[in-house]
Structures are given as structure tokens and as C-alpha cells.
């Protein structure tokens, strides 16, 4: 019997509000995401600050609404120059896996960090190999799942990933042999890499353990001017966030591919830029896109 994959919203739409400018509460989230037709919410690291009851109430909440958190997104640097950095990023993620241990989650994100100029490819790559592999018992401990995700850059970073690159990403992933490591798969960002969603999917297609689900299209430009606006605080105005279905990405061939390598786990959802409507939009296509592919007939 085939296993569907299950559900999960990111919000995408309303992170400046949430971190930023504190002007809607993770609750009021909750309320909201409660409306559409998903199995969980991925949080963000950024929703709590430094309020220790707010969780506490966020998985009630959650709870009376019967939604899970299968996913934690948040966005370690781990290419620090400096040890007392990189040891605060490591702090700083250990305290998230016990976040999503917390939330009864499965998956907590981690990220190679910023193409900083002054780090070298053979010395990031090193370092990353090597926090992340420190990592693996704390993750086991939680028994959470470290997802590396092929990324392309966060809110709030100025440069873009070190690890964007399908070659380096790789470089990364091969040597890390745990199952508690795995691939988060973004199609979107592959394209944002001037490289093919399919071939990253293919080349991973084992190892993918969750799923960011979005669509992307320029507003304007070509890549090649994407390219020239990387290294500036957070994402080009020219990039935006599409509802999925409408973008660049094929859906059908990529849940073929991972149907047939037996994926059911999560897909969260990244859209909604413009609002509710998007997100719902988001939600009926991917629905229609599983039932699809991932029907027992």
C-alpha cells in the first residue's frame, strides 16, 4: 500500500510580521493556518524569542486544532571565520533540535551557511562536514532528523549560500552516513542556482527525507541579474514566490520520482507572499498533485 505524503505550511507570507515587527503572534498563526486543508505547520526558529511560555502554549494550540509540527526551519551559519561564532551556531542549533524534539517533530533544518569570500572551498566544506557530524548524537538523542537543505539564501543573510551548488551540496552530503541526516529537497532553489531541479533529484532522490514545496519566478530580469544581486542583505526585490503550480517547477515529474523511491513523508509548503488566497490556491494544487501520484490504484 502506497503511503501518501502529508501536509505541512510554512509562513512564507507572514514572516516579517511574526519576527520582524511582532505584529501577529505564532498563536494567531495557528488560528489561521487551522483554515486550510494541511496535516501541520513547519515553525521557524525566529517565532518564540526569548518567551519560555510561548511554546508551551503554541503545542496546545496546535493540539486543539490537531495539527502536528513535523519541521523546524531554521537557518545555522555555519561558515563563521571566527570559533566564537561557530561555537554560538552550534549552541544556537543544538537548542533547536531541542525545540523540535519539544514539538514532538521529526525534522530540524540545517544549512551549510553563507559563501562567505573570505572562507576557502575546501576549508567550508571541512567545517561544515565536521559541525554537522558533531551534531549527530545530539540529533539521535532527540531523535530528530538533521535535513540539509539545498538552499539559496536566508531573510536575513547578505550573502547566498556557501553550499548552493549542486557540486558542493554534494560534497557535503556524501560524506555525512546517518540516519539521522537527510535531504530537505527545494526545486525552486535549484533553478535560483541556474542548475536543474530534476537533476539535484535525481542525484538525491534517496536520501530526501522532507520536502519544501513553492514555485518561483522572476519579476522582473533574467538570472544572470539575480546573479549580480546575490551578495546584498536578504532576497532581491526581482525574486518572487509564486503560487505553486504557476512557476518554473514541474510537479508531476518530481512526485513520479518520489513515488517510485517510496517517499511519504512531509511537504511543506512555501508560497503565499500575497496572502491566503495563494496559499489556499497552493494547497488545493498540491493535494490534487499527491491524490495523483500517490494513489494505491
Not at 505584529?23 to 493556518?33: G, N, P, R, S, Y
Not at 573570505?118 to 530528530?144: C, D, M, N, W, Y
Not at 526585490?237 to 518520489?258: Q, T
Amino acid at each position: 500500500m502506497i503511503m501518501k505524503p502529508k501536509l505541512a505550511v510554512f509562513p512564507k507570507c507572514f514572516m516579517d510580521e511574526l519576527c520582524v515587527h511582532h505584529t501577529m503572534t505564532v498563536l494567531e498563526w495557528i488560528d489561521l493556518a487551522a483554515t486550510l486543508e494541511v496535516d501541520g505547520l513547519e515553525f521557524f526558529s525566529g517565532f518564540f524569542g526569548d518567551d519560555q511560555e510561548l511554546p508551551f502554549a503554541a503545542k496546545s494550540r496546535l493540539a486543539e486544532h490537531r495539527l502536528e509540527m513535523p519541521m523546524l526551519c531554521c537557518s545555522p551559519d555555519f561558515t563563521q571565520v571566527d570559533s566564537t561564532l561557530v561555537k554560538a551556531e552550534i549552541e544556537r542549533e543544538i537548542a533547536m533540535i531541542e525545540l523540535t524534539a519539544f514539538f514532538e517533530g521529526k525534522f530540524c533544518r540545517v544549512l551549510s551557511g553563507q559563501r562567505r569570500p573570505e572562507i576557502t572551498l575546501a576549508a567550508g566544506i571541512a567545517q561544515v562536514v565536521q559541525i554537522i557530524k558533531e551534531l549527530l548524537p545530539v540529533a539521535e538523542q532527540h531523535r530528530v532528523i538533521l535535513t540539509m537543505e539545498n538552499h539559496y539564501k536566508d531573510n536575513f543573510w547578505h550573502h547566498p549560500e556557501f553550499a548552493q551548488k549542486m557540486a558542493v551540496f554534494g560534497q557535503i552530503v556524501d560524506q555525512i552516513d546517518s540516519p539521522w541526516f537527510g535531504v530537505n529537497y527545494d526545486p525552486s532553489n535549484t533553478i535560483l542556482a541556474g542548475e536543474d531541479p530534476l537533476e539535484l533529484l535525481e542525484r538525491f532522490k534517496h536520501r530526501v527525507v522532507s520536502m519544501h514545496a513553492s514555485d518561483r519566478f522572476l519579476a522582473y530580469g533574467t538570472l544572470a541579474d539575480l546573479r549580480k544581486e546575490e551578495d546584498s542583505t536578504g532576497y532581491a526585490a526581482r525574486l518572487s514566490h509564486g503560487v505553486i503550480g504557476k512557476g518554473m517547477n514541474d510537479y508531476d515529474r518530481i512526485f513520479s520520482i518520489l513515488r517510485d523511491v517510496g517517499f511519504d513523508s512531509w511537504i511543506s509548503i512555501e508560497d503565499g507572499l500575497n496572502g491566503m488566497d495563494d496559499l489556499r490556491e497552493s494547497v488545493r494544487f498540491l493535494r490534487s498533485k499527491i491524490d495523483k501520484h500517490f494513489s494505491s490504484e
